[in-house]
């Protein structure tokens, strides 16, 4: 266990280095909004077509070779990238290389560990709240004390003059709660086709190819429908059609058809996800410039990955819980909640960006 925990942690790391690095790429190569639009639509495409490998790949290793083999079958994957990366990637000039603000990045990292296992234990059968309620004011201090060390520092980890931009941050909460909800639901899904519908990790697979088929449609779909009705538009529908999809799967029957029970939902899930994130993301790397926009690209993939972590752990402890879920059915509450955060995120997004709504990206002229 301790290694598979460290295999995880490695991976955690190597992605947080990479994914932001990559969508920095994006908005310095693609300085003008509509291009843009279309570079991350693209790339979300991209990232659709590795969801859906993941799905069938996963279930066929799993039920034919070994769970161990999900992991092995990366070092041949990465290594086709990397040689990619330095055939085609240029090299960065000459930069001022600043020391790394290591007590910002532990108490960055501590808070939002903190307040997951916090929420954790509160879940449990018999919780000892002297545990429970320290780690959440634990998360409290550490976030406090971020904040301290980066007004302090001369070069923060995370200028906060960053978040002075209201679009910028309005986009993160709202993909933080997007995150959390989309990992719950992909989570009890697979719970429900394995355990409950009693799917072979193979079937179980193949079951998911109605969302992937789904995203990767959407994706192509979303540059077009963010012409059309502005960023904000696209960024609310995806958030509503996901809520949508997610309140479908609070009344998912034990057995029954796939098609009219699950598939449903499924694709309403998939076009929300691929409408709402490029959306997000769009807005999250607002008005960026060469100076921030490493860190634009960085606090927006730390948003999806902290959401993502936070939804099955606060989403699915509080569901599954005896004394929190007030002996309703786990998967209806977990599925509600995620819902009931998305409808919020919808609200807030909608009361907190600016009056003026952001527009469609339009091409340059001449």
């Known amino acids: 266990m301790e ?24 908005a310095l190569l693609f300085p003008e909004p509509a291009a843009r639009s279309k570079a991350l639509s693209a790339w979300a495409s991209v990232a659709s077509v590795g969801l859906v490998l993941g799905f069938l790949l996963s279930g ?5 070779f070994s769970w ?14 990397l040689v990619a990366v330095l055939l085609l990637v240029k090299k960065d000039g000459t930069s001022d290389r600043a020391p790394i603000n290591l007590p910002a990045a532990l108490l960055f990292t501590a808070a939002p560990l903190l307040l997951i296992f916090g929420v954790i234990e509160l ?3 018999e919780p000892r709240l002297s545990l429970p309620l320290g780690s959440l004011l634990a998360a409290a201090a550490c976030a ?7 007004r302090r520092t001369p070069r923060p980890l995370v200028p906060l003059t960053f978040f002075r931009n209201r679009v910028r941050m309005v986009a993160n909460g709202a993909t933080v709660l997007l995150s959390a909800a989309l990992s719950t639901s992909f ?10 519908r009693d799917l072979s990790p193979i079937e179980a697979g193949l079951s998911f190819l109605p969302l992937a088929a789904g995203l990767i449609l959407a994706s192509t779909l979303v540059p077009r429908l963010i012409e059309r009705i502005g960023i904000t538009g696209a960024a609310v529908l995806g958030m509503v059609l ?3 999809g997610i309140g479908c799967f609070t009344l998912l029957p034990s057995d029954g058809s796939l098609v009219t029970s699950v598939f449903p939902g499924m694709i309403l899930l998939a076009c929300g996800m691929a409408t709402g994130l490029v959306a997000l993301q769009n807005a999250a790397l607002h008005a960026v410039t060469e100076a921030d926009a490493g860190v634009a690209s960085g606090v927006q993939r730390c948003a999806d990955q902290l959401g993502g972590a936070s939804g099955i752990a606060v989403y699915v402890s509080i569901g599954f819980s005896p004394h929190l879920s007030g002996g309703w059915d786990p998967f209806t509450v977990a599925y509600g909640l995620a819902a009931v955060g998305l409808i919020a995120a919808v609200i807030a ?18």
Do not use: K
């Not at 598979?4 to 994006?26: C, D, K, N």
């Not at 066929?60 to 034919?64: C, K």
């Open 123 to 125: 879940g449990e059968d």
């Open 242 to 244: 996901a809520a949508l």
């Open 349 to 366: 997004f909608l009361a907190l960006s600016p009056r003026r709504r952001l527009a469609a990206p339009q091409e340059p002229q001449g």
């Open 187 to 196: 989570f009890l899904l697979t719970m429900h086709l394995q355990g409950e």
């Open 68 to 81: 161990r083999w999900i992991f092995l079958i990366n070092i041949p994957l990465v290594s086709l990238v």
């Open 3 to 26: 290694l598979l925990v460290l295999a995880r942690f490695g991976q955690g790391a190597g992605e947080a280095l990479s994914l932001p690095a990559a969508m920095s790429l994006i």
């Open 60 to 64: 066929v290793i799993t039920q034919l």
């Open 144 to 150: 406090a004390a971020f904040v301290a060390v980066e």
